[in-house]
């Protein structure tokens, strides 16, 4: 993949350096009335470039940040929720049921035994 990668590049360089070479020509920019500046053609393509992708850079960088913030906030909660269902359960000892009646008493009366 990486390969594949170089090539493209490879190529986009090449084309870009052809069309360069030919279009490598003075143009005069006037910047504001009165002001006016002699530069090459590739050069304006350049600068007029970077100027249109720096706005979509910003977006991009902001938007990734967003989302990285909430990922990271996520992962957290998913985490905490793991360690919360993974911690041990203390088991109790099973009670006697209590009996607030006691039981009844049959020799209450020893005579009246048989």
Do not use: C, Y
């Amino acid at each position: 993949m990486g390969i594949l990668r170089t090539i493209i590049w490879i190529l986009l360089t090449a084309v870009l350096v052809i069309f360069a070479m030919a279009n490598w020509r003075v143009v005069t920019v006037t910047i504001w009335p009165g002001w006016e500046a002699e530069t090459k053609l590739p050069l304006v393509i350049l600068a007029s470039f970077l100027i249109g992708s720096v706005p979509m850079w910003i977006a991009l960088r902001t938007t990734r940040w967003s989302l990285k913030r909430r990922l990271d906030a996520s992962e957290r909660q998913a985490a905490d929720l793991r360690a919360l269902a993974n911690r041990p359960v203390e088991v109790t000892p099973a009670t006697a049921p209590v009996n607030d009646i006691p039981p009844a008493p049959t020799d209450l009366f020893p005579s009246d035994k048989p």
